[in-house]
């Protein structure tokens, strides 16, 4: 593994079906960040993480849950999918969450949901 | 409330100059990132400012006044693989980015 991957690449899922898309880190960044990028508009945080065993809220975490049990995980769960959530997934990952590091960004999930 | 503006869309000629802004309101200032986003793919860093100024690093610049809420990036010597979609992000208070829409700059031959 190098940088930050996710899987799957892309996936078509039905209306209340749960699915959870996975992102994986190999560079020992302690913050790590899921967003949601939509035509039109910014990327929007979903839910971050400043350090293992620790999660918070971004802009937008109606109908998302994470976890971080551990440095390189940190995967996104959709409880019961709803065509709103139909959006490309952005994973990444920063040395900090409390200081002005880049974000390096995985190759995103294509998500529909019907 | 909080916003970021740029352009939607520009379009540029091979080997000329483009700037491409970016305007802000926040509800804190930690400084300011510029992505590049190919079609398709995941955003790349540019270049981060967080004093006045310009901050020059190759054919890329970009430009930041505080007072005025106010970003540029400027590309020199454009090339074809220069098209892509360029975006503004702004460090808030919390330390969380917020940002802008992005401007899909199409390079013509």
């Known amino acids: 593994i190098a940088g930050i991957t996710q899987a799957p690449t892309s996936q078509i899922l039905a209306a209340g079906r749960r699915m959870t898309l996975r992102c994986t880190q190999d560079m020992r960044h302690n913050a790590m960040y899921w967003y949601r990028q939509d035509l039109g508009l910014g990327l929007r945080l979903i839910h971050y993480?400043?350090?293992?065993?620790?999660?918070g809220k971004g802009e937008v975490p109606d109908g998302y849950s994470v976890s971080r049990a551990n440095t390189d995980d940190f995967p996104l769960t959709l409880a019961s999918a709803v065509p709103s959530q139909t959006s490309v997934y952005f994973c990444?990952?920063?040395?900090?969450?409390?200081?002005?590091?880049?974000?390096?960004f995985g190759p995103g999930t294509r998500l529909t949901v019907l | 409330g909080q916003n970021i503006d740029q352009p939607t869309e520009m379009t540029a000629t091979e080997g000329a100059i483009v700037q491409i802004n970016c305007t802000y309101q926040?509800?804190?200032?930690?400084?300011l990132f510029w992505y590049q986003q190919h079609a398709g793919e995941a955003p790349t860093f540019l270049s981060y400012n967080v004093l006045d100024g310009l901050e020059e690093k190759g054919r890329f610049s970009s430009f930041l006044s505080r007072s005025k809420g106010y970003s540029y990036l400027l590309l020199k010597e454009l090339q074809m693989k220069d098209s892509a979609s360029y975006l503004c992000?702004?460090?808030?208070?919390?330390?969380?980015?917020?940002w802008g829409a992005g401007t899909k700059l199409i390079i013509k031959p």
């Open positions: 990444a990952s920063s040395d900090s969450g409390d200081s002005y590091n880049e974000q390096f």
């Open positions: 993480s400043n350090t293992a065993g620790t999660t």
């Open positions: 992000a702004v460090i808030e208070s919390n330390y969380q980015l917020i």
């Open positions: 926040t509800s804190g200032f930690n400084g």
